[in-house]
């Protein structure tokens, strides 16, 4: 939906804000779920919405995505879950 908007109204699709575009298609769909009709001009009111959220100049904030690796303070299980139970079992 976002590209959409970007696309018809000629905006770079990551100056839009993705949380108020997230917001204005919970709204569109809520007025689907009315059945109010006029389906077409709701949807280019979406994208009028969505086109108008723009977000400020965020530099550095496109990062690529990793993974990383923390240190864990527990073994790795090496035998059956089954007889771990049992014999880590304290009576009560």
């Not at 280019?44 to 240190?71: A, D, F, H, T």
Request: proline share 3%; charged share 30%; aromatic share 6%.
């Amino acid at each position: 939906t976002i590209l959409a908007s970007a696309l018809r109204f000629d905006i770079c699709p990551t100056r839009l804000s993705f949380t108020g575009a997230m917001q204005a298609i919970d709204e569109f769909a809520a007025s689907i779920r009315l059945r109010s009709g006029r389906l077409e001009e709701q949807w280019n009111n979406l994208l009028e919405v969505i086109s108008e959220l723009i977000v400020g100049n965020r530099p550095g904030r496109q990062e690529k995505r990793e993974l990383k690796r923390r240190r864990k303070n527990y073994r790795l299980m090496t035998c059956r879950r089954n007889p771990n139970r049992n014999r880590f079992a304290t009576a009560a």
